[in-house]
Nanobody, 130 residues
Framework: QEPLVESGGGSAQSGGSLRLSCTASSGVSFNRNSMAWFRQAPGKQREGVAGIDTDGRTAYIDSVKGRFTISRDNTKNTLYLQMNNLEPEDTAMYYC???????????????????????WGPGTQVTVSS
């Protein structure tokens, strides 16, 4: 059983919207984990996009600020990424990640350090056309 499973990817036009979801299995202590979305475009390194800690503090990379919103529902063990005003540069495989440093990762500026996360999903593809 995958610890995390993403869904909601697909194709969108530039300026459109998609909402990604990531559901955690029972093997992940979701409400005690920091969570994040990463993405990897073809030929590029994986990068952190948005992170959220157990106290609801969030972090975003500059290129998605004002367009993407990360949120979590601890009652459903689910992480979300609402993506609005999509751009072709957002085309990538999107990955969900969970890590044990629940309340400190955003506060200490480590939300996008891959080493802080020990559970990963298989990814969901997002393709944005102009």
């Amino acid at each position: 059983q995958e610890p995390l499973v993403e869904s909601g990817g697909g194709s969108a036009q530039s300026g459109g919207s998609l909402r990604l979801s990531c559901t955690a299995s029972s093997g992940v202590s979701f409400n005690r984990n920091s969570m994040a979305w990463f993405r990897q475009a073809p030929g590029k390194q994986r990068e952190g996009v948005a992170g959220i800690d157990t106290d609801g503090r969030t972090a975003y990379i500059d290129s998605v600020k004002g367009r993407f919103t990360i949120s979590r529902d601890n009652t459903k063990n689910t992480l979300y990424l609402q993506m609005n005003n999509l751009e072709p540069e957002d085309t990538a495989m999107y990955y969900c990640a969970a890590g044990p440093y629940g309340a400190t990762i955003v506060l200490f500026g480590h939300a996008f350090d891959e080493g802080e996360y020990n559970h990963w999903g298989p990814g969901t593809q997002v393709t944005v056309s102009s």
